[in-house]
């Protein structure tokens, strides 16, 4: 029989276990869980250890746990080792094992909290490392101490309750929590009020921590909140202990009605105004502010039948504000007395108190004021016919003083007439027009005019009513339809075409329009004859010719009547062309010269005559205005020199000849004043013929008048500088030559002697500053300073 394997198993001593109630020994004890029993039949191997119980958080180390051998060799031939957590896995070197004996050692101190429990496993070799049994399951179980204190789940718990709760009323639940073992007393908890602040009116249920109320009397007004603190402690309320906080808020109900501060209040409020606040009311209420509990709702029993104040509630201050909704009138009411109650938004408790000051008396004095005068209607609708005469009486807007035992005396006026149509009378009131109304002013809307009154009365200061006039104009049958438009084209034959469609218009607005009725003009028999008039809507009629009738312009006559009344008609022309049609009721390509022959002009035709006479008159209007700015302009060039420049002469050329001493380029005598040729001896008539000219004799010369005043000086220039631009005897045969002065010596006079005398001193040139700026410097430099 195989040798059996021994395995030794040596527990701690007692005094490692108190707690756990583990018997002590003084050396381990040594098991052969290996070894094999003797039995009749099949023998079958079994290692069953128990779990090595062992205390945590154990100071005196090492410290032997359990030895393991076996009976196959010898001592010292057998080689033992452990594997597992604590060993040769995390946390390493918590255990360890002497290879040779079998000795087990704890190593470090020990945490139930983190590792309640160790598996390892145990293995026994020769010295040859062949294995002399099966490895086995050694299991070490840590035994919990009461090392950790229970912790609250919260440092506050809050929890509210209805004051007047009865008694048994839940609140809230305090929970707590253990790390030790909750299978021993180490984590059993119990729970207690330490402090209330006050009397006992609740209590905690030990085992599971719910808070409830023990007692009546919880009152919100005389305590809001309440501040508990609470213990829990383990060992079944002997061990460690820790402690937390239970806020207790009490939520209001409506235990107290709200009261008036006094039994009567006096107002004051003035007349003729709406919509204003007359004065509060307050009140109390010691329920939680801003609550339905603590917020009063007002109501008027008695004193204002015709609903003229009303209290409304200020949100903040809990007070009622008296204002008034209607008007008051001084004249008819001079006090009023009302009787008003206040209750809560909530319903009252059924057992609180009834309030001693739920109802007051309010006493209003009404203060006479100076009123706005009223009109007797406001607006004021009239309707006047369509185009009224001027003075035409459209309504009397009178109004009346509601002061009335103030003797005041009113006045009317305008404030709103954009078409200044009407005239009122500022004693009576009394509204009339002053001119006609055109039928398309703007200020017209639907046929309605609106003006606004002013009634005023004399008060100091005054008081002003504003009343709205609102005047209906009201159509009339002034005008007669027309036709729209009045000529047309239709086809020559009946079968043809489907005729011309005509249509009318009327400048009166409904029922004075439409419908319309057409007919053949009465006065000519024979348009019957020829032409057929049917009517297609109330506002078109269709035109035939029931026989064949001749290509070209028919002037028809016909009578439009319209619907008013009373009915306005006329008598219009329509022109009528009449083509030659094809199948589709078209007048043909070849028609269209017989439609404007003969009889009359097409409007095609026109429009291209009146658009060509516009062209023309355009053309000359151009060319008007181009001969103007050249005049104009050829004026300023010369009267430019003369400012200029004093010595420039009159004329500009483009070339210059010879000089003062060159007597052939040109005709000293044209610069010469004719006195001072006849002077000289030299005949006024026809000019010496110039060797230059073109021509073989010179134009004659038109004898000109010389200037009597001052005045005619400019028509004599610009004349002069006519006659030489149309000369064609002089180069360059447009224009006089302009020389300046080269010294003296020469034949003829200064610039000054052109229209003047021979003396300088005899001139009076101060006249040359009414001849405008151009001769402005002329004046400054020869008239007197």
């Known amino acids: 029989m195989d040798a059996a394997l021994l395995l030794a198993l040596g527990l701690l001593a007692q005094s490692l276990f108190p707690s756990a109630g583990v018997p002590r020994l003084r050396r381990p004890r040594t098991l052969y869980p290996w070894r094999q029993a003797p039995t009749l039949g099949r023998v079958r191997r079994a290692w069953v250890i128990p779990p090595i119980s062992v205390s945590e958080n154990h ?367 500022g004693a009576t009131g009394r509204v009339q027009t002053q001119r006609v109304l055109s039928p398309s002013s703007p200020f017209l809307k639907d046929g309605w005019y609106r003006a606004i009154i002013l009634a005023r009365d004399d008060a100091s200061p005054p008081s002003t009513a504003t009343g709205t006039l609102s005047i209906e104009i009201l159509e009339v049958n002034d005008h007669a339809p027309e036709l729209s438009p009045p000529w047309g084209s239709l086809c020559s034959t009946p079968d043809r075409g489907s005729g011309l469609l005509l249509g009318a218009t009327d400048e009166d607005l409904p029922p004075h329009g439409a419908p319309f009725h057409f007919q053949l003009s009465p006065r000519v028999p024979e348009l019957a004859r020829n032409w057929s008039l049917s009517q297609v809507n109330v506002s078109h009629a269709r035109l035939r010719p029931r026989l064949r009738v001749p290509e070209g312009l028919h002037r028809l006559s016909l009578l439009l009547q319209d619907s008013g009344q009373p009915p306005q008609q006329r008598e219009q022309p329509l022109n009528v062309t009449v083509c030659r049609c094809g199948q589709d009721g078209a007048c043909l390509p070849g028609a269209a010269a017989l439609r404007a022959g003969g009889a009359g002009i097409s409007l095609g035709a026109l429009v291209i005559m009146l658009a060509s006479v516009i062209l023309l008159l355009l053309l000359a209007l151009l060319v008007a205005l181009l001969a103007r700015f050249r005049q104009q302009s050829w004026d300023k060039r010369l009267l430019h020199g003369l400012q200029d420049d004093l010595r420039d002469n009159i004329l500009n050329y483009d070339e210059q000849g010879g000089g003062e001493e060159d007597q052939d380029a040109y005709d000293i005598d044209q610069l010469r004043h004719p006195a001072e040729l006849a002077a000289f001896g030299a005949p006024l008539g026809r000019p010496p013929l110039r060797r230059d000219a073109p021509f073989g004799r010179a134009r004659p010369q038109v004898t000109r008048a010389l200037p009597t005043s001052p005045a005619d000086i400019a028509d004599f220039i610009n004349d002069g500088l006519e006659a030489a631009d149309c000369d064609p005897s002089v180069p360059p045969y447009d224009t006089a030559l302009i020389y300046d002065y080269e010294g003296d010596g020469s034949l003829a006079g200064t610039l000054s002697s052109i229209l003047s005398s021979l003396d300088d001193e005899d001139q009076d040139y101060s006249c040359l500053r009414e001849w405008g700026p151009r001769f402005s410097r002329l004046a400054d430099l020869y008239g007197p300073p």
């Open 59 to 425: 100071k005196r180390l090492p410290f032997p746990l359990v030895q393991i051998k076996s009976d196959k060799q010898q001592l010292g031939s057998v080689i033992y080792s452990i594997q597992g957590p604590g060993v040769d896995e995390e946390p390493r070197g918590v255990f360890s094992i002497d290879k040779f004996t079998g000795k087990v050692s704890l190593n470090a101190m020990l945490d139930r909290e983190k590792t309640d429990r160790f598996r390892l496993r145990a293995f026994a070799l020769d010295l040859g490392g062949a294995t002399l049994e099966e490895p086995t399951d050694l299991e070490i179980v840590v035994v919990d101490q009461n090392d950790n204190r229970p912790v609250f789940r919260q440092e506050v718990f809050t929890g509210r309750v209805l004051e007047g709760a009865v008694p048994g009323t839940y609140v809230t639940r305090a929970e707590a929590t253990d790390a030790d073992d909750p299978e021993t007393d180490n984590a059993a908890l119990r729970y207690s009020i330490l402090e209330q602040g006050g009397p006992q009116l609740f209590s905690i249920d030990p085992l599971t921590g719910e808070i409830r109320t023990v007692q009546v009397g919880l009152d919100r007004e005389v305590v809001a909140v309440y501040n508990l603190t609470l213990q829990v402690a383990d060992m079944s309320g002997d061990g460690l202990t820790a402690t937390a906080s239970a806020i207790i808020t009490l939520e209001d109900i409506n235990d107290n009605a709200p009261e008036f501060t006094g039994d009567q209040f006096f107002m004051e409020a003035a007349e003729a105004v709406s919509g204003v606040d007359v004065g509060r009311l307050e009140v109390e209420d010691r329920d939680l502010p801003g609550s339905p509990n603590w917020a009063a709702r007002f109501t008027i029993l008695e004193g204002d039948p015709d609903g003229q104040f009303t209290i409304r509630t200020d949100p903040r201050t809990n007070e009622g504000v008296l204002s008034m909704v209607k008007p008051l009138d001084y004249e008819s009411r001079e006090w009023y007395d009302l009787k008003v109650a206040v209750q809560n938004e909530a319903p009252l408790q059924a057992a609180a108190p009834r309030a001693e000051r739920g109802q007051a008396r309010v006493s209003v004095q009404v203060r006479d004021v100076n009123e706005a005068p009223v009109f007797q209607e406001n607006p004021l609708r009239t309707s006047l016919a369509e185009g009224a005469a001027p003075g035409t009486p459209v309504a009397t807007f009178s109004a009346r003083d509601p002061d009335t035992q103030q003797l005041q005396r009113l006045s009317y006026s305008k404030d709103y007439d954009p078409e200044d149509w009407l005239q009122v009378d």
